[in-house]
């Protein structure tokens, strides 16, 4: 348990866009660290709790209650004069939140997606390119969520885990250090990560959340109580999840980066190790508690499969690297949830970037060429 210190040197002003699971540990603890937080969200029924009490009360790794500033469903409200703006919401609110917020940014705002999931920060810019946004801001994005949480009451979330170690990347690469600068007066588990595609591209939600459901869609619709990842991820349903990491890593590699197994990334997030990606999952101890969802119409198939693999194995047709497992994974949700998730989901055509050659790709990953 981490009881923070609410003493800051420099004390933020940041937005939280997003009051689900992760909105709320991150604005509550943020508040907690003595940051001035406006929390958004969309919708009026998720913030109420927040409005009456006017604090987040956290349980678990941290405990204490946040006091927020501003509960709010105004997105003017909600991002005028902040230096930081948090995007908490699943990928498929990315476009969206890009749209509300464009006209309300101003010159220096730094935006980060937590996560991206793959090509976040891409399609974010593009929308702010396609609405002639004027205001100088940075757009980043985070390799993964920081916190595992849940909510547990209309205020109230229990943080799991803090993840030890989150790569953060901005479109202009050169701008990375000051993302970092940024984020480290309270977050030291940020570390500048290389590029956006390589942060997209080792987005781990991608290879866990789809085919763990996918491959217990029985227990889930039978609305079973069983832990998602300890018991979910049996040593059979680990080999597919390794199948589906090795044609993510090939993809990776055809574009010149370097990215890190499911496998280490375990071991650089949570410490947790282990000979096979089995024995690191049963092992890491973050996991221990998390159940799994009652439906399968949940963001770990709505967001990941549309905005994590669909992307992936997008990109693997235009490089021509096969990536079978993957799409397997997708057609079998598509069916599931009776909806065509390849046709919704972040391809290289809808992203501007088809037929790109690969240096040109790596170019737009630092900024050289960004849309």
């Known amino acids: 348990m981490l009881m923070t210190n609410k003493t800051t040197r420099n004390k933020l002003r940041i937005a939280v866009l997003g009051a689900g699971h992760g909105g709320l540990a991150m ?83 730094i935006i980060i997606l937590h996560p991206g999931r793959t090509f976040g920060a891409l399609e974010f810019k593009q929308v702010l390119n396609r609405l002639r946004v004027k205001a100088d801001v940075i757009i980043a994005e985070a390799q993964t969520f920081i916190y595992a949480s849940r909510a547990t009451g209309p205020s109230q979330v229990h943080i799991f885990r803090i993840k030890h170690s989150i790569p953060v990347a901005s479109i202009r690469a050169h701008l990375i250090p000051e993302v970092i600068s940024k984020l480290r007066q309270f977050y030291p588990q940020f570390v500048p990560g290389d590029n956006v595609v390589k942060t997209s591209f080792e ?128 057609q079998l949700s598509c069916a599931l949830n009776d909806f065509d998730y390849w046709s919704n989901g972040r391809t290289v055509e809808s992203l501007g970037i088809a037929g790109m050659s690969v240096r040109d790709l790596r170019l737009l990953a630092i900024g050289e060429t960004a849309r």
């Open 27 to 109: 604005a509550g603890h943020l508040a907690l660290m003595g940051h001035r937080v406006n929390l958004y969200n969309r919708g009026e029924e998720r913030l109420w709790g927040v409005k009456s009490s006017g604090t987040i009360d956290i349980t678990g790794e941290v405990e204490g209650s946040g006091v927020i500033d501003l509960a709010t469903t105004c997105m003017k409200e909600a991002v005028s004069g902040v230096d930081l703006i948090m995007v908490a919401v699943p990928a498929n609110g990315h476009r969206w939140m890009a749209e509300e917020m464009a006209p309300h940014l101003t010159d220096n705002q």
């Open 203 to 330: 987005n781990i939600g991608s290879v866990f959340h789809p085919a763990i459901c996918i491959l217990n869609a029985g227990w889930i619709e039978h609305d079973s109580d069983f832990q998602f990842y300890h018991e979910g991820a049996t040593r059979g349903v680990t080999r597919i999840l390794e199948k589906i990491d090795e044609e993510r890593v090939k993809v990776a590699e055809a574009l010149g980066i370097r990215v890190i197994s499911a496998r280490q990334w375990l071991y650089m997030a949570y410490s947790s190790a282990g000979n096979t990606l089995f024995e690191a999952m049963q092992k890491n101890v973050g996991y221990r508690g998390i159940m799994a969802p009652r439906s399968l119409k949940i963001r770990y198939i709505e967001e990941d499969v549309p905005f994590s693999l669909v992307p992936i194995a997008s990109t693997g047709k235009m490089l021509n690297v096969p990536t079978p497992t993957i799409d397997s994974v997708i």
